[in-house]
């Protein structure tokens, strides 16, 4: 793992930890205090509705750096040895053109968004897009290291027809 894959696991492995730990405490406090006193936070169902989608894209991001996310790789195991490099790099940057059509997409409704309020605590809507364009950015970053680490890995002879493919397959 290089330095840009280590900074993007450490921050999503940050924003998971706080992001579970700010929702179970919150929680947890919200029930004690209904079944101690009758009555709950205003705020503490809304927090966690915010910090949700930090919690899942952190996820999304964390599995596909760790390459947990589901393959497809019977195209891959038809395409013979010489061309899997090949497919695999154009493969993954199509995965990240995508990423980043979505998340210019995503940035072209924050204004939008932006105006919508939560009802308690009047957090603009933009943050949620914004965690979503970010994972989405981190997600383009993900897929152009994998390209890079496709391109930079040795093609290996046709040598058993049933053997997996030696470069990383695209995960879509």
């Not at 970010?134 to 390209?147: D, E, N, R």
Request: charged share 10%; with cysteine; proline share 5%.
């Amino acid at each position: 793992m290089n330095v840009i894959e280590h900074a993007v696991v450490g921050l999503c492995r940050a924003v998971l930890w706080i992001s579970t730990i700010a929702i179970f405490l919150i929680l947890v406090a919200n029930t004690a205090l209904r079944y101690a006193t009758g009555s709950s936070l205003q705020w503490a169902n809304e927090v966690p509705e915010l910090l949700f989608p930090w919690l899942v894209m952190a996820g999304v991001v964390l599995a596909a750096a760790q390459g947990a996310h589901i393959t497809t790789s019977f195209l891959m195991d038809a395409v013979p040895a010489a061309a899997r490099r090949i497919v695999a790099v154009l493969g993954w940057l199509a995965v990240a053109g995508m990423y980043f059509t979505v998340a210019l997409a995503t940035f072209r409704m924050l204004d939008i968004v932006h105006d919508e309020k939560s009802p308690i605590l009047q957090v603009p809507g933009s943050l949620t897009y914004g965690c979503v364009m970010g994972g989405m950015l981190l997600l383009a970053v993900i897929a152009l290291l994998s390209a890079r680490k496709a391109w930079l890995a040795a093609p290996q002879p046709d040598s058993d027809a049933n053997a997996a493919p030696k470069v990383p397959a695209a995960h879509w």
